[in-house]
């Protein structure tokens, strides 16, 4: 296992991050970062809470951008890219929203059809046929009329997924795609991410927690803390590295080079056990 | 001097807001050829803050006519000038309170649900979700309120008007027994078409309507993503929108007379 990314540089990948630093209200979140993303795998980005992954796919789609380093996807440095570059690129991206985001003024079928009819002129069948297709992957076609108030989480985010991946994109980016989700949708939408990756070789990044679940869907995983790759592998190597950091990551213990508690001065004294208590 | 000091700050702070709620202006200007994309939309907003502030404007306009009427006659009956109680209804309500009251009215009722409405939209992350999907969220979102607002001003002002002058002929003729053709004659015949109307109703409600539209959509857009952010914003829009009336109905009406 490595602490840190050698990849060099070649045409098998999307998505090549070199020297990332992002300081967010004096917290430094990326501290030169350095990440590759190939193209037609599935990467899991995994971590502690409050590490960044979030802030990184940010990074990937352009909604932040960094003190310094550099994010390409597919060749274009983001942070350069104009707005209208910028849309364009985000085109050909999927974004899974930790809060799925449908917009709650449409129903299901709409919040699917939004992408299409905002960017497309394509006949009104073509496009009930594409969203109640993609309804269809999702398990989700009997839903089509209902609104986004009238879903469970785990449903909307399956409604989510499918306007994510209504124009067959280059790259999906899903944000914790598995909170929320039962076990049957659970594994539906682990096996959505496979066929989508195999059928139509779309590039994933997963930011997710759930070990188990990745392991079925990622063909690579990083470990990220502290403003770095701490570790990273296939899912098989991650989960028998026997590093300080995977062992309290992926097994949830409290000790560890990851401090559970957020900075804080003596309990015993902030309690009133000891003399000089507040 | 910390006093100082804070005062100071508020003051650089307003200042800031005005600065960026004019830049946010030019972007909602600049994005309305693309929003022209989203015509329906556009039709959708002035359908909820049009149409739907028809009742209260409309119930609004009547009682302000009525208590005009009302008071008017009362006043100009110690000179014996009832009959002139047609023409002062009808001039104050063009001139001031149409308009004023419209905008007033507008912001209370159409202001703050647009500001909490795009709020709740940036707190569920439904602009961040368009903005991804590389559809831009002011001409989507921001541009076609602001039209509604503009559009929908003028023809509430000018509903609210005609139901102000019908509850002021209500009180004055039905109830107080002015002559009802003296009451026509006497307003139409002071009465200015273009001082009165077109500056004091359709110029000074436009005006509103873009002011109004404005502070509402920037609040809402420029709103902290929380519970907390999205209550002050509402409650903003309805302080600032209510300050930039009647300030800017002193200027307007400086200027246009």
Redesign the interface.
């Known amino acids: 296992m490595t602490d840190a990314v050698h990849a060099k540089p070649d045409d098998r990948t999307l998505v090549r991050i070199r020297g990332l630093t992002t300081v967010l209200n004096g917290k430094t979140v990326f501290n030169a970062l350095d990440l590759d993303i190939p193209r037609g795998k599935v990467t899991a980005i995994m971590g502690p809470s409050g590490t960044g992954k979030t802030t990184l796919l940010k990074h990937i789609t352009g909604q932040m951008r960094g003190d310094a380093g550099e994010v390409r996807v597919d060749g274009l440095n983001v942070s350069e890219l104009a707005r209208d570059e910028l849309f364009a690129l985000r085109e050909r991206i999927g974004y899974l929203f930790q809060n799925s985001a449908l917009l709650t003024d449409f129903d299901v079928f709409e919040n699917v059809a939004f992408p299409l009819r905002q960017h497309t002129k394509l006949p009104e069948v073509l496009i009930r046929n594409i969203v109640l297709t993609k309804l269809q992957a999702v398990g989700l076609r009997g839903a089509a009329p209902l609104l986004p108030s009238e879903l469970s989480g785990g449903m909307a985010r399956r409604v989510a997924l499918a306007r994510a991946i209504v124009f067959d994109p280059m790259l999906i980016l899903y944000d914790e795609p598995f909170v929320g989700l039962d076990p049957i949708a659970l594994n539906q939408v682990l096996k959505l991410i496979r066929t989508l990756n195999e059928t139509l070789g779309i590039t994933s990044v997963l930011v997710a927690h759930e070990l188990e679940a990745i392991k079925h869907v990622a063909d690579h995983i990083y470990l990220i803390a502290n403003g770095k790759i701490v570790a990273q592998g296939d899912p098989n190597t991650i989960a028998s590295d026997g590093s300080s950091w995977t062992r309290q990551v992926l097994g949830g213990e409290a000790d560890g080079p990851v401090p559970f508690q957020y900075p804080a001065g003596d309990y015993a004294q902030a309690l009133g056990f000891k003399q000089g208590a507040a | 001097m910390n006093t100082r000091v804070d005062h100071g700050n508020s003051v650089t702070q307003s200042l800031a807001q005005i600065g960026a709620c004019g830049l946010f202006l030019l972007r909602i200007l600049a994005a309305i050829p693309l929003s022209l994309r989203h015509v329906r939309e556009t039709v959708r907003q002035l359908w909820f803050v049009g149409a739907m502030s028809l009742t209260i404007i409309m119930v609004c306009g009547l009682f302000v006519g009525m208590v005009l009427g009302l008071q008017l006659y009362h006043v100009l009956a110690i000179f014996g000038g009832t009959s002139a109680s047609g023409s002062v209804v009808a001039l104050a309500i063009y001139r001031e309170l149409g308009p004023v009251v419209t905008a007033l009215l507008f912001a209370g009722r159409a202001g703050t649900s647009m500001t909490a409405e795009i709020g ?2 940036r707190a ?3 602009i ?2 368009m ?6 969220p002011i001409a ?1 979102v921001a541009t076609p309120r602001f039209l509604a607002g503009l559009i929908a001003m003028p023809l509430l002002c000018c509903v609210f008007c005609a139901m102000g002058i019908f509850g002021g002929h209500l009180v004055g003729v039905n109830w107080l027994g002015v002559d009802n053709g003296t009451f026509w004659s006497n307003m139409t015949s002071s009465v200015d078409v273009w001082q009165d109307v077109i500056n004091g109703v359709i110029w000074k409600s436009t005006a509103f309507g873009a002011v109004v539209s404005l502070i509402a959509v920037f609040q809402g857009y420029t709103t902290p993503p929380t519970s907390e952010g999205v209550a002050y914003a509402t409650t903003r829009t309805v302080v600032a929108s209510s300050i930039a009336i009647l300030s800017l109905d002193f200027v307007l009406t400086a200027f246009l007379m």
Do not use: G, K
């Open positions: 709740l939209m569920t992350d439904q961040a979700a903005e991804m999907m590389a559809v831009d989507y």
